[in-house]
């Protein structure tokens, strides 16, 4: 059976950082397209980052320059590094992963994606 499960999250101040992992069993994920995800209550799941198996990266405008994602395909496990964390930041995180190969203009969307982590909860407050 494949899976994804996230890790990571937690309650951290404003300015600091955190890293979320996404651990992928039931296959190698090498080839899998995955990606991260965060929902804030009373608002839709938006798009966070993104990574190819090709090592091609995605960032939404909102988190361009502080949040950083990348893979140990050994480990089968896909990370995001998060800095300069702002209340805004605050949601549950998703990870998510498709074997379809999705083109790169698919990336963004949640239907992409085949599975599915249960979320890890970040929240930045002071």
């Known amino acids: 059976q494949v899976m994804v499960e996230e890790s990571g999250g937690g309650l951290v101040q404003p300015g600091a950082s955190l890293r979320l992992s996404c651990a992928g069993s039931?296959?190698?994920?090498?080839?899998?397209?995955m990606a991260w995800f965060r929902q804030a209550p009373g608002k839709e799941r938006e798009f966070v980052a993104a990574s190819r198996s090709n090592g091609a990266t995605y960032y939404s405008d909102s988190v361009k320059y502080r949040f950083s994602v990348s893979r140990d395909r050994a480990k089968n496990t896909m990370y995001l590094q998060m800095n300069s964390l702002k209340p805004e930041d605050t949601a549950v995180y998703y990870c998510a992963a498709d074997f379809g190969s999705p083109i790169s203009s698919y990336m963004r969307y949640a239907t992409t994606y085949e599975y599915w982590g249960q979320g890890t909860q970040v929240t930045v407050s002071s």
């Open positions: 039931g296959r190698t994920f090498s080839t899998a397209a």
